[in-house]
């Protein structure tokens, strides 16, 4: 009986071992057959597979599509630029339109007739710079360049207000110079120390000025702009220091304005292709 009860306690203790040995080798209290751990590594194996495939052809399609997306990108591009191009082509179209006239911006006749240093219309003092060309019409319907630059000499005798230009242009085209550039003229305002002031006859009341005085206009113009390196956007109104009503016509005209700027400024291109 007690060889029995030895050999059944053996068995016992035998089986609590094997129980324990497979509880630390699966952390469970089920252990997994061999076959069945072969099984579950296997079909481990086989979803990290498929989603390694799946990534590599998600990839596959990115760059397949990168390079149609990179065609559509230029040309959008191309198409864009030709917009552009075509509004500048018409907006330069616009620009150049002038009257038709064959000028260039060389010297034109002028009558050098300076006013004497006075108080009223001719100070004497420097400009600070030429910046700009500032057109004015002589708000006196019919009378001529020499009557202007007589009056604005008269104001010396202080009888009368602060005015003066440093040209007149008159009924004939003639040019009359009243103060060197270099000097300050009582026309423009505050922009009287960088500006150059042109005094435009005209011979009535609407302002409109004849052919003989624009084309002598347009000369004068481009031949200070090119002397002080401008370009015709530099040319401006009375109007537009002041918003005086001077010149009339070109305030109250803005295509005949336009239209006179791109006079000067095909005069300026004309100088620039002679190379003079």
């Not at 579950?40 to 052809?57: G, N, P």
């Amino acid at each position: 009986m007690e060889q029995e009860s030895t050999e059944q306690k053996a068995i016992e203790q035998k089986s609590i071992d094997l129980r324990s040995t497979d509880l630390k080798q699966t952390g469970s209290g089920s252990a997994l057959p061999k076959s069945a751990q072969k099984t579950v590594r296997r079909s481990r194996k086989r979803k990290k597979t498929k989603r390694r495939k799946k990534a590599a052809r998600r990839l596959e399609i990115s760059v397949k599509l990168e390079p149609k997306s990179f065609l559509t990108g230029m040309a959008v591009g191309v198409l864009l630029t030709m917009l552009v191009m075509f509004l500048l082509t018409r907006c330069s179209a616009e620009e150049v339109e002038t009257s038709g006239l064959e000028l260039d911006a060389s010297e034109p006749e002028i009558s050098v007739q300076l006013l004497d240093v006075n108080d009223y219309s001719r100070p004497g003092t420097e400009v600070d710079s030429v910046s700009g060309v500032v057109i004015h019409y002589t708000a006196n319907p019919g009378s001529t360049a020499q009557q202007n630059r007589d009056y604005f000499n008269s104001l010396q005798d202080g009888h009368g207000a602060s005015v003066s230009s440093h040209f007149i242009v008159g009924l004939d085209g003639e040019i009359v110079q009243c103060i060197p550039t270099q000097e300050v003229a009582y026309a423009s305002n505050e922009r009287n120390r960088d500006t150059v002031s042109i005094e435009c006859c005209h011979p009535d009341s609407t302002g409109k000025f004849n052919q003989e005085t624009y084309i002598s206009m347009v000369r004068l113009t481009a031949f200070l702009c090119a002397k002080y390196n401008l370009d015709a956007d530099a040319v401006i109104r009375h109007y537009d220091v002041t918003e005086k009503n001077c010149p009339k016509y070109f305030v109250e005209n803005e295509d005949a304005w336009k239209l006179f700027k791109a006079d000067v400024d095909a005069a300026l291109k004309n100088k620039a292709d002679k190379g003079e």
